[in-house]
């Protein structure tokens, strides 16, 4: 049995086998934000190829949370239609449809954020970027308020899932890390405090868009090895994302089957010490037969596959051949 293309199921919602296409920015919007003909048809091929699930690149929350000129958005009821024109692009070949929403936070685009970036604390996140304004507690209502709005659009616009941007150091990630955030507020200090501007964030998006809509939340690890984030930590960020109502945790890794806390074992095999959440990994499945282990391992429940999907519409598709499905 090939473990990659048995289906699964969470809630109402079944996957056709356990491949992933994870979120890629590809210059899918107009300038606008909304998506456009090229963009329709490049997720559609990778729908058609047999992908179970396609989780649409990052797409902005907020105006002033923009990262990229040709990004997509969700921040107005005029990108409706066209997520419409997408969900149903890739729900037509049997995928199912999933957007990630971010705020850029001290990653953003200045000249496309209204002139500043924000984040936790006047930290930089690199030594040529601008130095981030320290959000207010109730800019950061604001923003989760965001997220639960974009969500219910993107729902509204018949995607079945939605991820939380929660990884790579954008602004809900920027929280969490110990060297970006010097608050001494209820968002700053313990890991229980870094996590909580995620965690309510989850919690809103949830209450938006009702029990059948999966929530998955997308964290990284291996940008925080460098200030020493533990697997205690992990374990407090995951718990906090399951008690939000999260349905699906995915990890973004450097190398899925890297060991991680200075011991053998896998990010996701730790996860899973911590959470019965189905998990998605991804980080260097573009092998077929990687993708294969790291599902049969059980080092994750789906298996996400990102630049080999890119540049291979039919990756899916020639997947099966390599395996004998
Ligand atoms: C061009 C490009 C754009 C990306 N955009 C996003 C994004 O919008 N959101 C995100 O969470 N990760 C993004 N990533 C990370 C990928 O989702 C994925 O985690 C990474 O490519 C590792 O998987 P791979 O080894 O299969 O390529 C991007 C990666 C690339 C190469």
């Given at each position: 049995m090939i473990a990659l293309f048995t289906p699964f199921t969470v809630k109402k919602v079944t996957f056709r086998n356990r491949i992933v296409m994870p979120p890629m920015v590809n210059g899918?919007?107009?300038?606008?934000g909304r998506v456009t003909e090229a963009a329709l048809r490049y997720y559609r091929e990778r729908a058609a190829a047999g992908t179970a699930m396609i989780i649409v690149e990052a797409t902005a929350v907020d105006e002033k949370g923009?990262?990229?000129?040709?990004g997509l958005g969700?921040?107005?009821?005029?990108?409706?239609p066209s997520l419409q024109r997408l969900s149903e692009a890739i729900r037509a070949e049997g995928c199912v449809a999933a957007v990630q929403l971010v705020h850029g936070g001290p990653q953003g685009a200045p000249e496309l954020a209204g002139g500043e970036t924000v984040g936790?604390?006047?930290?930089?996140?690199?030594?040529?970027a601008p130095l981030p304004r320290a959000l207010t507690v109730e800019e950061i209502h604001a923003i989760e308020q965001r997220f639960a709005d974009a969500a219910s659009r993107a729902v509204q616009a018949g995607f079945q899932a939605v991820e939380i941007h929660g990884a790579h150091g954008f602004l809900l990630d920027s929280f969490l890390s110990s060297a970006r955030n010097r608050r001494t507020d209820a968002y700053g200090g313990l890991v229980s405090n870094r996590a909580r501007i995620l965690a309510e964030t989850c919690e809103r998006v949830r209450e938006r868009i009702g029990a059948d809509a999966l929530l998955i939340c997308r964290i990284s690890v291996f940008n925080k090895r460098a200030e020493g984030f533990s697997q205690a930590d992990l374990q407090v960020v995951v718990q906090g994302l399951e008690s939000a109502g999260v349905d699906i945790l995915h990890i973004s890794t450097d190398g899925a089957f890297k060991g991680c806390f200075g011991a053998g074992k896998s990010i996701g095999k730790w996860a899973r010490e911590f959470t019965r959440l189905p998990i998605i990994v991804a980080g260097g499945l573009g092998d077929p037969r990687n993708a294969e282990r790291a599902v049969a391992d059980g080092h994750c429940d789906l298996a996400a596959v990102g630049t080999a999907m890119m540049s291979d519409a039919e990756w899916t598709k020639h997947a099966a051949e390599v395996l004998g499905v």
């Open positions: 899918s919007g107009d300038e606008e923009r990262c990229w000129r040709t969700a921040y107005s009821d005029r990108h409706l936790p604390s006047a930290v930089a996140p690199s030594p040529d």
